[in-house]
């Protein structure tokens, strides 16, 4: 169907797209713009795909969201303020990876390739472990004393974080080729 020819084009572009973004994020001044580059492209790959299946046109709502929210974070960066932007950001990211996981997964599995389906709920779980790890830190760093394990906890979320990254951008990958094979 060409549903499925769509989805794997916008799930290749999303790969990319995520790729592009993370490699700025490593280079000093031009990196943002780097950044940006790759949001569009994951942008452009949630537009094309947002006929095929309702929750790809959530999460392209959802990273729209994210840049507004990136912007507020350097408006608001100290403060109650930026604590509740980072909440935002946080909550928003979930539900752009869930959204995105999701309407992969009812696409794979009608096209008969659950075995990849399965997949989306570990990659959902693991952003979801984070995001906790993420907002009770934020929440936890403004009590004195306690404030210090929310640098422990911070460092296994940042992990788990890698991990889930990691296994995303395998789910992209191989949801693309599942879908247009």
Do not use: H, R
Request: charged share 5%; hydrophobic share 60%.
């Amino acid at each position: 169907m060409q549903e499925y020819s769509v989805a794997g084009k916008a799930l290749n572009l999303m790969f990319w797209g995520t790729i592009v973004g993370l490699v700025g994020a490593f280079i000093p001044v031009v990196g943002v713009i780097v950044a940006i580059a790759g949001s569009l492209v994951v942008l452009y790959g949630l537009y094309t795909a947002m006929n095929t299946q309702e929750n790809y046109k959530k999460a392209m709502y959802m990273v729209i969201a994210s840049v507004v929210l990136s912007v507020l974070a350097f408006v608001f960066s100290e403060g109650i303020l930026n604590a509740l932007v980072s909440i935002a950001s946080t909550v928003v990211s979930f539900l752009q990876a869930y959204y995105i996981c999701t309407a992969s997964a009812t696409l794979l599995s009608a096209k008969g390739d659950q075995e990849q389906a399965d997949k989306a709920n570990l990659i959902v779980t693991l952003n979801l472990v984070c995001a906790v790890i993420s907002i009770v830190c934020v929440l936890v760093a403004w009590i004195p004393v306690v404030n210090m394990l929310a640098f422990v906890a911070a460092a296994v979320g940042g992990i788990v974080a890698i991990v889930a990254l990691v296994l995303q951008l395998i789910f992209y990958f191989k949801s693309s080729k599942s879908l247009l094979a």
